[in-house]
């Protein structure tokens, strides 16, 4: 990883890490969220999964419009942050997808690692 490179991936942590601080206290069961990307080709590789305590929750999130305003709010935060590095991204929303630590366990025996592979 180049030094470009990892300050854009500390950028992108940061700017995660207080979207997530800030949408625990807003949406019920919203527990934590991740990104995995190939800087070499950024824009086409970027995930961020949002991870909700069970499916029960996620669903009632869904319902009330909770997840497409995290959607949202990622999606704006993400734009800015990829423009100030010169970076064209195009439908944002489609890389981020949401899961449940209920879905990782039963499926993955928790293996989050495995999971996110």
């Given at each position: 990883?180049?030094?470009t490179?990892?300050?854009?991936?500390?950028?992108?942590?940061?700017?995660?890490?207080?979207?997530?601080?800030?949408?625990?206290?807003?949406i019920?069961?919203?527990?934590w969220?991740?990104?995995?990307?190939?800087?070499?080709?950024?824009?086409?590789?970027?995930?961020?999964?949002?991870?909700?305590?069970?499916?029960?929750?996620?669903?009632?999130?869904?319902?009330?419009?909770?997840?497409?305003?995290?959607?949202?709010?990622?999606?704006?935060?993400?734009?800015?942050?990829?423009?100030?590095?010169?970076?064209?991204?195009?439908?944002?929303?489609?890389?981020?997808?949401?899961?449940?630590?209920?879905?990782?366990?039963r499926e993955?025996?928790?293996?989050?690692?495995?999971?996110?592979?």
């Amino acid at each position: 990883m180049t030094k470009t490179d990892k300050k854009l991936d500390n950028n992108l942590r940061q700017s995660l890490t207080t979207i997530c601080e800030q949408e625990k206290d807003n949406i019920a069961g919203f527990a934590w969220l991740t990104h995995s990307a190939n800087y070499s080709a950024l824009a086409n590789s970027l995930r961020i999964t949002c991870v909700f305590t069970s499916n029960a929750e996620l669903t009632e999130a869904k319902q009330r419009g909770q997840t497409q305003g995290l959607v949202q709010i990622i999606s704006c935060k993400l734009q800015s942050l990829l423009q100030a590095q010169g970076i064209k991204a195009k439908a944002l929303d489609k890389c981020i997808r949401f899961d449940s630590e209920e879905n990782c366990e039963r499926e993955h025996g928790g293996n989050w690692a495995k999971r996110l592979n």
